[in-house]
């Protein structure tokens, strides 16, 4: 099941609302397109579906999805240049790979499954369980 961009948001803030509450969120699984996989050549962080919900990062040509949503309260994160995560809102720092380094959020930030589909382009899964 493929969803929109707004589809998409609705259901990272479900994501976001159930971490905070700190209840299980149970989702369908659905996808969203983020375009060519080509479009995400060279390692790094991709910072252009942070307000959708996740960050594309491509490590040693792997690419993989990460939540951008803090899992305290359910604000966004942001990149800083050394690839960690920063929460503006309460402080919580995550490493590169999303884990955890000061609180106060205690769950890291969670990989979304990616798949590359047979047109080449990147589908990002927000599944939930
Ligand atoms: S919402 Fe991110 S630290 Fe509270």
Same mark, same amino acid.
């Given at each position: 099941m493929s969803i929109n961009r707004r589809e998409f948001m609705i259901l990272s803030a479900a994501v976001a609302a159930g971490c905070a509450a700190n209840q299980p969120v149970h989702l369908q699984p659905t996808s969203f397109d983020a375009g060519p996989?080509?479009?995400?050549?060279?390692?790094?962080?991709?910072?252009?579906?942070?307000?959708?919900?996740f960050f594309i990062i491509r490590r040693n040509g792997k690419l993989t999805a990460l939540s951008s949503?803090?899992?305290?309260? /359910?604000?966004?994160?942001?990149? =800083? *240049?050394?690839?960690?995560?920063?929460?503006?809102?309460?402080g919580s720092n995550y490493d590169p790979s999303g884990k955890v380094?000061? /609180?106060?959020?205690?769950?890291? =930030? *969670?990989?979304l499954p990616t798949s590359i589909d047979a047109n080449g382009r990147l589908i990002i899964g927000a599944t939930a369980a």
């Open positions: 996989a080509s479009d995400y050549n060279g390692d790094g962080v991709y910072t252009q579906f942070r307000d959708q919900g949503i803090c899992t305290h309260r /359910g604000c966004k994160v942001t990149e =800083l *240049p050394d690839t960690s995560y920063h929460c503006k809102c309460h380094t000061h /609180g106060p959020a205690i769950h890291d =930030l *969670p990989e």
